[in-house]
């Protein structure tokens, strides 16, 4: 542990951030977590490229929504308990950064409005405000979407199951997801 954090300071010290987090995964799956982008922390999987949760001082966790970070800290040490381990690999991200990915999913997917099904614009990320937090790997998500709502997490959208909002409150009842992220309301 001690050497994967001394490989990941060194590594995020030699990087200019631009912003920080991850990209969703490179298809519409959930089992598949691409290493960094350049401007996200280390790049092409030099270390691992999911964020743990001790890295506070990271921009991507360090910017979230106070309440939505305190969430997320007491659903990982929970989970860890029952032998799952939480990481996150996508929290907040600037206005540029996710623009570049609704731009790379505008060309993936061939129009604005299928990229929206997969990416918002940032005008209407959660993300650009702090308040979306995407868990991996699989197993997370999957304790999450079993355990979330004890602390306020919730699934928000059916075709990510990694993506997660504070929806309720804690120990309540979670929304129904929304099918994607095109059904979203503008942020206002």
């Given at each position: 542990?001690?050497?994967?954090?001394?490989?990941?300071?060194?590594?995020?010290?030699?990087?200019?951030?631009?912003?920080?987090?991850?990209?969703?995964?490179?298809?519409?799956?959930?089992?598949?977590?691409?290493?960094?982008?350049?401007?996200?922390?280390?790049?092409?999987?030099?270390?691992?490229?999911?964020?743990n949760?001790?890295?506070?001082?990271?921009p991507?966790?360090?910017?979230?929504?106070?309440?939505?970070?305190?969430?997320?800290?007491?659903a990982?040490?929970?989970?860890?308990?029952?032998?799952?381990d939480?990481?996150?690999t996508?929290?907040?991200?600037s206005a540029?950064?996710?623009?570049?990915?609704?731009d790379?999913?505008?060309?993936?997917?061939?129009?604005?409005?299928?990229?929206?099904?997969?990416?918002?614009?940032?005008?209407?990320?959660k993300?650009?405000?702090?308040r979306?937090?995407?868990v991996?790997?699989?197993?997370?998500?999957?304790?999450?979407?079993?355990?979330?709502?004890?602390?306020?997490?919730?699934?928000?959208?059916?075709?990510?199951?990694?993506?997660?909002?504070?929806?309720?409150?804690?120990?309540?009842?979670?929304?129904?997801?929304?099918?994607?992220?095109?059904?979203?309301?503008?942020?206002?």
């Open positions: 542990m001690a050497t994967t954090r001394t490989l990941f300071v060194t590594a995020l010290a030699a990087l200019t951030l631009t912003a920080c987090s991850n990209t969703e995964p490179d298809t519409p799956t959930a089992a598949h977590y691409p290493a960094s982008q350049p401007d996200s922390g280390p790049a092409g999987g030099e270390i691992d490229d999911r964020m949760l001790e890295y506070t001082d990271l991507a966790l360090a910017r979230l929504d106070p309440v939505l970070l305190m969430a997320l800290h007491s990982a040490a929970d989970a860890r308990s029952s032998g799952v939480v990481y996150v996508s929290g907040w991200r540029g950064y996710q623009q570049r990915l609704f790379e999913a505008v060309t993936r997917y061939g129009s604005t409005d299928e990229a929206g099904r997969w990416v918002q614009t940032p005008n209407n990320s993300h650009v405000t702090g979306a937090v995407d991996g790997p699989t197993d997370a998500a999957d304790w999450m979407i079993q355990h979330g709502n004890d602390y306020g997490l919730c699934q928000t959208y059916a075709n990510e199951m990694w993506h997660f909002e504070m929806a309720t409150t804690p120990g309540g009842t979670c929304p129904g997801p929304l099918d994607d992220p095109s059904d979203e309301r503008a942020v206002g």
